[in-house]
């Protein structure tokens, strides 16, 4: 909005000249970001205070976390405000792909909305049921997957994409597939970052890791030097998403203020669905799909671990009669607290395995 605004009239105030800057609106994002997670977070603890919207906790998990049993939870909404605001205030909003990435966001939030107000509210354990929170996620991702067929972002084809670490190598799907690709990595993202929020600020602070890395992606593969001078594919008007992903990541630092153990408040379904759906959609309009689970190392352990431990289970209760376990509590960062780690040596350990993640992203800008 600021940039429509006060852009057209640089030639009369050399000064606004400045919002042309990808990089001075990004670092602006990312503070007004925090500005509004800090202004805005007060208000919604107290309005979700008020209204008695606890978190449940479940019997069998972890002992330490008995006691946290009704903190006050749906802090997703402090992310969403802390987003969605800058990218409005600095972002171009003539920007398709920073307009796709906000809508994906909002509607998985709304989604993860959904299934927290069903289990808070409604008292209904199950929450929103499983296959109608997955159909939800195939249907956006596959919905985004075919209107990119249908009208391409760039020069390469729809359904082109780049692979990690060979810059003259990349992956064509059939124009068929591409859709159910989309579907599995938005549901994929949104899903691993849901299952990683178990602990005070530990996927708040993995989605702010991840979403920055991405962000210096975008700047990168907006320009046509450096995507050139990169191996990188370019994408027009993708530079705009280093803005997103900089109000994401602002956001999500605004609310660790407030998640940080011990947590005043979780972000619930509603904040881990919109953050994994941000960053599923920012790799797809980047085409940058398989440098996601390399970013997100940690959500994708998370993930493994589960459909492992599932997987495991069954199999060993078919072939001997009872259930046998891989993990003694999963998702992963559990297994860990039931070793007996300290919940924020957990966090703490999970986060320098983020940071390892984001800077092998990283590397692949030169290692091609």
Known sequence: MLYHLLFPLADRWPVLNVFQYLSFRAAAATATALIVSFVVGP???????????????????????LGKAGTPTMGGLIILTGCIVPVLLWARLDNRLVLIAAAITLCLGAVGFMDDYLKIVRRQPRGLIARYKMISQVALGGGLGLYLLLDPISGYGPSQTMMPFFKDVSVVLAPWAFPAFTAIVIAGSSNTVNLTDGLDGLATGLAALAVLTFGVFAYAIGRVDMSSYLGLFYVDGAGELAIFCAAMAGAAIGFLWFNAPPAQVFMGDTGSLALGGALGAVAILLKAEFLLPIVGGVFVLEGISVMAQTTWFRYTRHRFGEGRRLFLMAPLHHHFEKLGWPETKVVVRFYILGILCALAGLATLKIR
């Open 43 to 65: 208000c919604i603890l107290r309005g979700i205070q008020k209204r008695g919207w606890g978190q449940v906790v479940r019997a069998e998990g972890p002992a330490a976390h």
